[in-house]
């Protein structure tokens, strides 16, 4: 049932290597499958954010603060960039 050899045993949601010295002699897709799913999954939360972030702030930065636009994107850039933040953590 278990497996013989203890310096074999993986992890059974990642399938990691589970020893001491964390060293394996043979190459392991999931670990990398997982690995790209986060950081896919990071990248498109941060952008679809930042998307929403931006069409949905500035209208409201731009009827609060009169002025030239950069001063737009500079008062409302800062909170857009923090909601994006924490949405590509969640994200990932």
């Known amino acids: 049932m278990g497996d013989p ?14 020893s001491k010295d964390m060293k394996t002699n043979r190459w392991t897709v999931a670990p990398l499958i997982r690995d790209s799913f986060s950081m896919i999954g990071t990248a498109v939360g941060g952008i679809a954010s930042a998307f929403y972030g931006f069409n949905h702030a500035m209208p409201i930065v731009r009827r609060m603060v009169t002025g030239p636009m950069w001063l737009h994107f500079f008062i409302g850039a800062p909170p857009v960039i923090v909601f994006s933040s924490a949405c590509a953590g969640l994200a990932g």
């Not at 050899?5 to 589970?18: A, D, E, T, V």
Request: net charge positive; hydrophobic share 20%; proline share 14%.
């Open 5 to 18: 050899n203890p310096s074999n045993q993986r992890c059974r949601l990642c399938l990691g290597p589970l």
